[in-house]
């Protein structure tokens, strides 16, 4: 997926070609965001029907489903981290005390993406075309987020497809933790507003889960 935009949006769509050591690194970091995003909503979003076998084990907290999933995705996202650094380095890109905390940033999403998840495989047992719906949302956010485009460039009346747009800003957490050597404080209110926005969203799904929890192996 790389290898293809990088060849089409670097060089099909511009004629006289890109500095592959600066736009294959931006093209990158934004990839690997979106694919944890774009596995975590996915997968997440049937976590419960999957595992309808578990309904009617009253031992088992099926809470615990969606963040089974999130930590399978970790487990990949860090494979992909692993590739990304060795790339880096390759590129001639070298390790700064900024990627620390790509660390910060990771949490962040993770705490989102647990929000997310959870309300959305609560109310999926209930409304079965989300597992369609889903992934139609992540293309859009993946067009809409400046993963191989320059924000720069979009008009100002339309900054706000990014401005609210939480997939770009864990995007650019890691584009300026790896390369552009930006610190996180930057940005703190917005740092401060993902957090909030993340506690509200995990403890909606976790009440959403309890309402929904007894009528579970009704519907499904």
């Known amino acids: 997926m ?30 690997i ?49 692993g590739i990304m650094i060795v790339f880096l380095l390759a590129l001639g890109v070298y390790p700064t005390l900024y990627w620390l905390q790509a660390i910060i940033y990771l949490v962040l999403a993770t705490l989102f993406l647990a929000g997310i998840t959870l309300i959305l495989s609560s109310l999926e047992p209930f409304f079965p075309d989300l597992k369609k719906i889903i992934p139609l949302c992540s293309r859009v956010f993946f067009w809409g987020t400046p993963i191989f485009w320059n924000v720069e460039r979009l008009p100002e009346r339309f900054r706000f497809v990014v401005d609210y747009n939480p997939l770009y800003y864990f995007v650019r957490g890691y584009r300026d933790s790896f390369i552009n050597n930006v610190s996180i404080l930057e940005y703190w209110p917005t740092m401060m507003g993902f957090f909030i926005v993340s506690i509200i969203l995990l403890s909606a799904g976790v009440a959403i889960h309890r309402k929904a929890r007894p009528y579970f192996a009704e519907v499904i």
């Open 33 to 81: 965001a979106y694919y944890f995003f774009n596995d975590n909503m996915n997968s997440g979003v049937g976590a419960i029907s999957k595992y309808r076998f578990l309904l009617n084990k009253v031992n088992f907290n099926l809470l615990l489903l969606p963040f089974v999933q999130i930590g399978m995705s970790l487990f990949f996202h860090f494979i992909f981290l």
């Open 2 to 31: 790389m290898g293809l935009l990088l060849f089409v949006f670097g060089f099909g769509l511009k004629g006289d070609g890109v500095d592959l050591k600066e736009f294959a690194p931006l093209l990158f970091s934004g990839l």
